[in-house]
């Protein structure tokens, strides 16, 4: 059984960092890719970032610089280092797998990911 535990949301100011963390079970990271996503009320989820399984990333051009994607193994869980948050960063974010058959963090579409965590909420205050 597939599941995955995002946590480590906040609220932080206009500048400042979060570290947000996906605790996987029921499968191991040699065969899927663990995406981020973030949804505002009203508005479409958005890719944020993936990593494959093979290690590389990928990152929406939004947070480019800023954001970093990256993985533990031993702990089963993936990790989104956010450094210079800004106001519209605001919103809840979610981590999702997908199997990784090509072995690429790219394209972040949301209808490729079937596993999802529940949503951790990022408020950036300006």
């Known amino acids: 059984d597939v599941q995955l535990q995002a946590s480590g949301g906040g609220l932080v100011q206009a500048g400042g960092s979060l570290r947000l963390s996906c605790t996987v079970s029921?499968?191991?990271?040699?065969?899927?890719?663990i995406g981020w996503f973030r949804q505002v009320p009203g508005k479409e989820r958005e890719g944020v970032s993936c990593i494959s399984s093979s290690g590389s990333s990928y990152y929406a051009d939004s947070v480019k610089g800023r954001f970093t994607i990256s993985s533990d193994n031993a702990k089963n869980t993936v990790y989104l280092q956010m450094n210079s948050l800004k106001p519209e960063d605001t919103a809840v974010y979610y981590c999702?797998?997908?199997?990784?058959?090509?072995?690429?963090?790219?394209?972040?579409?949301?209808?490729?990911?079937?596993?999802w965590g529940q949503g951790t909420q990022v408020t950036v205050s300006s």
């Open positions: 029921g499968f191991t990271f040699d065969d899927y890719a």
């Open positions: 999702a797998a997908r199997p990784d058959l090509f072995r690429s963090p790219a394209p972040i579409l949301e209808a490729m990911f079937g596993s």
